[in-house]
Nanobody
Framework: QVQLVESGGGLVQPGGSLRLSCVASGSIRNSNVMGWYRQAPGKQRELVATITSGGTTTYGDSVKDRFTISRDNANNTVYLQMNSLKPEDTAVYYC??????????????WGQGTRVTVSS
């Protein structure tokens, strides 16, 4: 129903920055919530940040004051600006989408993930 294409991951040194992007496409009627989760090896998937269509944001405790989420509603795109990256930010980052598709069917979906590695 919804395709999510992520980009922007890679290798960065501690203290560096990266910007992730995710574009949603498909039979989208409303994109209510877009955001990012991450999963490190051996750990559960955890919240990074989400943003509603009205601009309300939620952040995981470990990324507050370092990461900033934003979105372009017209283009169904969500961004994650990651600053002051730490080795513990190393993970696969998954784009998340929740909204309505088609004739107002509630739907949620995940991207394939983009890997972020923070290492010197």
């Amino acid at each position: 129903q919804v395709q999510l294409v992520e980009s922007g991951g890679g290798l960065v040194q501690p203290g560096g920055s990266l910007r992730l992007s995710c574009v949603a496409s498909g039979s989208i009627r409303n994109s209510n919530v877009m955001g990012w989760y991450r999963q490190a090896p051996g750990k559960q998937r955890e919240l990074v940040a989400t943003i509603t269509s009205g601009g309300t944001t939620t952040y995981g405790d470990s990324v507050k004051d370092r990461f900033t989420i934003s979105r372009d509603n017209a283009n169904n795109t969500v961004y994650l600006q990651m600053n002051s990256l730490k080795p513990e930010d190393t993970a696969v980052y998954y784009c998340y989408w929740r909204g309505t598709v088609g004739v107002s069917v509630f739907w949620s979906d995940w991207g394939q993930g983009t890997r972020v590695t923070v290492s010197s």
